[in-house]
T-cell receptor, first 114, second 114 residues
Framework: AQSVTQLDSQVPVFEEAPVELRCNYSSSVSVYLFWYVQYPNQGLQLLLKYLSGSTLVKGINGFEAEFNKSQTSFHLRKPSVHISDTAEYFCAVSGPDNTDKLIFGTGTRLQVFP | SAVISQKPSRDICQRGTSLTIQCQVDSQVTMMFWYRQQPGQSLTLIATANQGSEATYESGFVIDKFPISRPNLTFSTLTVSNMSPEDSSIYLC???????????FGPGTRLTVT
């Protein structure tokens, strides 16, 4: 069975500093990996996804993530955060079958301070 | 991408009553999903709804408690039956993009049961 671990429940950071949100997954088959963001009182918005190909994936709002198969990780990074990046970030995994469900991690609360 | 709307956006209900949540998509989609996000928690898949067939429920969720309808390719409803305070959550619907491996989420319905 697939699972996702987000070790950091909260990540405080100052504005313009770099940030990394960690995500590890477990699966016995090839997977698709996703990062979603949830702003307060809103639904989820897809930041980026990895399906195949280049292991460095660039997404919206300046975020990027790197797929590392040997370490089973898909960490999210941004070189310089803004106050507006304050939100909940969810890592998710699914199998290659279109009908596979998304398995979400427990989420990481990114708090950006001025 | 797909634009998804949900009604109501929020509601406060008394225990023992039922609430039906509507999910409308601006394009025809095969797969629709219903998730629950309990306060401060991650998303948990309730069921997958395909048009023209019975919904498939995840472990821990049953049709009597969460009946789902999927009358056409752009619409679905989730009913939360015989509600208790433990049902207080955000309920989100999502759809699988056509030809792309990603899900798009609605804004959610915030339910409070008193």
């Amino acid at each position: 069975a697939q699972s996702v671990t987000q070790l950091d429940s909260q990540v405080p950071v100052f504005e313009e500093a770099p940030v990394e949100l960690r995500c590890n997954y477990s699966s016995s088959v090839s997977v698709y990996l996703f990062w979603y963001v949830q702003y307060p009182n809103q639904g989820l918005q897809l930041l980026l996804k990895y399906l195949s190909g280049s292991t460095l994936v660039k997404g919206i709002n300046g975020f990027e993530a790197e797929f590392n198969k040997s370490q089973t990780s898909f960490h999210l990074r941004k070189p310089s955060v803004h106050i507006s990046d304050t939100a909940e970030y969810f890592c998710a995994v699914s199998g290659p079958d279109n009908t596979d469900k998304l398995i979400f991690g427990t989420g990481t609360r990114l708090q950006v301070f001025p | 991408s797909a634009v998804i709307s949900q009604k109501p956006s929020r509601d406060i209900c008394q225990r023992g009553t039922s609430l039906t949540i509507q999910c409308q998509v601006d394009s025809q989609v095969t797969m629709m999903f219903w998730y629950r996000q309990q306060p401060g928690q991650s998303l948990t898949l309730i069921a997958t709804a395909n048009q023209g067939s019975e919904a498939t429920y995840e472990s821990g969720f049953v049709i009597d408690k969460f009946p789902i309808s999927r009358p056409n390719l752009t619409f679905s409803t989730l009913t939360v039956s015989n509600m208790s305070p433990e049902d207080s959550s955000i309920y989100l619907c999502s759809v699988e993009g056509v030809g792309v491996h990603e899900q798009y989420f609605g804004p959610g319905t915030r339910l409070t049961v008193t």
